[in-house]
T-cell receptor
Framework: AQSVTQPDIHITVSEGASLELRCNYSYGATPYLFWYVQSPGQGLQLLLKYFSGDTLVQGIKGFEAEFKRSQSSFNLRKPSVHWSDAAEYFCAVGARTGGYNKLIFGAGTRLAVHP | NAGVMQNPRHLVRRRGQEARLRCSPVKGHSHVYWYRQLPEEGLKFMVYLQKENIIDESGMPKERFSAEFPKEGPSILRIQQVVRGDSAAYFC????????????FGPGTRLTVL
C-alpha cells in the first residue's frame, strides 16, 4: 500500500541553522513527490515537486529536496532557516491511479524556529 | 490571477444540521480534489471530480457526504446531519490540463460541529 512517513513530529532549530526534514515513502512505481508548507490557519503552499529527471530539486524560499530511490526518501533541506519558516511541512506522494493524481500525505512535521 | 477560492472560511453547525462547502478552482482548471484534515493529522483524500463527473470518491464516507462539480459554478462538498466527528478542515485543490499536474490548494474551510 502507498504511504508516506514523516518520522519527526516536531523539530526546533535556531534561526540561521541548517534544516533537514525527513520523508520516506512507499510506492510501487516511480513516484511523484511533493513538499507543501502550511502556516497556521492557512492553506497549503507548494514548495517543490519531483516528477522525473535531476534528483536534486530546487524550490521556493531557498528550499531543496533530494530524491533517493534506494532509500525511498525525499528529504527537504534548507541551509539557513529564517524565523518566517516556522510552519508545518507536509510531504506527499502522488498515487497515480487511472490517470489522475491522488495525493497521499504524511502526518506533517511542525517546525519551530528560535531567535 | 485568482487562486483556489473556498467559502466559507469558517463554518459552525450544530449536530444534525447540513454543511455546504464551496470551492472555486483556478480559472481554467477542470480537475478538483477534496481533502480532509482532522486535528493534528495530515490531509486525507476524499474525492476527485472533473466537470460534471465524480471520478473517485473512495475516500469519502459512504453516508451523509456528497460532492458535485457542475458545468457552471463552484464545486460543492455537502455534509448532511453533521456529527462532532466531522469537525475538521476541508481543503479543495485544483489542477489544470491533466489530472497528474500539480494541485493548487485553497485556504480551506474549518468546520466546527457543536
Amino acid at each position: 500500500a502507498q504511504s508516506v512517513t514523516q518520522p519527526d513530529i516536531h523539530i526546533t532549530v535556531s534561526e540561521g541553522a541548517s534544516l533537514e526534514l525527513r520523508c520516506n515513502y512507499s510506492y510501487g512505481a516511480t513516484p511523484y513527490l511533493f513538499w507543501y508548507v502550511q502556516s497556521p490557519g492557512q492553506g497549503l503552499q507548494l514548495l517543490l515537486k519531483y516528477f522525473s529527471g535531476d534528483t536534486l530539486v530546487q524550490g521556493i524560499k531557498g528550499f531543496e529536496a533530494e530524491f533517493k530511490r534506494s532509500q525511498s526518501s525525499f528529504n527537504l533541506r534548507k541551509p539557513s532557516v529564517h524565523w518566517s519558516d516556522a510552519a508545518e511541512y507536509f510531504c506527499a506522494v502522488g498515487a497515480r491511479t487511472g490517470g489522475y493524481n491522488k495525493l497521499i500525505f504524511g502526518a506533517g512535521t511542525r517546525l519551530a524556529v528560535h531567535p | 490571477n485568482a487562486g483556489v477560492m473556498q467559502n466559507p472560511r469558517h463554518l459552525v453547525r450544530r449536530r444534525g444540521q447540513e454543511a455546504r462547502l464551496r470551492c472555486s478552482p483556478v480559472k481554467g482548471h477542470s480537475h478538483v480534489y477534496w481533502y480532509r484534515q482532522l486535528p493534528e493529522e495530515g490531509l486525507k483524500f476524499m474525492v476527485y471530480l472533473q466537470k460534471e463527473n465524480i471520478i473517485d470518491e473512495s475516500g469519502m464516507p459512504k453516508e451523509r457526504f456528497s460532492a458535485e462539480f457542475p458545468k457552471e459554478g463552484p464545486s460543492i462538498l455537502r455534509i448532511q446531519q453533521v456529527v462532532r466527528g466531522d469537525s475538521a478542515a476541508y481543503f479543495c485543490a485544483s489542477s489544470p490540463n491533466t489530472p497528474t499536474d500539480t494541485q493548487y490548494f485553497g485556504p480551506g474551510t474549518r468546520l466546527t460541529v457543536l
